[in-house]
């Protein structure tokens, strides 16, 4: 599998269970690309959905995918602090300059006080019955759906306390690099 390289700006797209575009994000720029884990960058990007409405994201955020666990984390920088959206997903590929994944409808959305709020079940019921997910995927995306908890609660990973500062700082490195060479 070929691994994004730092600085470099790709796409993100999320497909469904059944093999359809969800939603494209257009540019996104990687801070870290290795074989399992890889972190992106992008504020202000075009997002196009599967139906082919349009919209642009409204703040920076710090993307986060691994391709071991069945979810990633969307850091939404805010004026009143840091928002997490995680998608219950499949772990990511990297293929024809874009990451790939299957969203599974479960959202897990966490505020900057840590509080977090289970959303979708009923989303996920749906598309459970009539995009017939395997008893095996339904039983995998109840244990992350439980390690991504457990992660929010011990402040892991993109929760630590330290990992916006260093990822934000990171990027603004790399916007003010991009800019030297124009």
Known sequence: MAI??????IQI???KHNGRIHRVWQETMILK???NVVIGANERTLVIESDGRTWLTREPSI?????EHWFNIICMLREDGVYYYCNLSSPFVFDNNAIKYIDYDLDIKVFPDMSYTLLDEDEYEQHRKEMSYPDVIDKI????VDKLISWIQQKRGPFAPDFIDVWTNRYKLQLDIQADDF
């Open 33 to 35: 690309g290795t074989k």
């Open 141 to 144: 995306l109840k244990r992350n």
């Open 63 to 67: 993307c986060y995918f691994h391709a």
């Open 4 to 9: 994004p390289i730092e600085g470099e700006t």
């Open 13 to 15: 797209h999320s497909y």
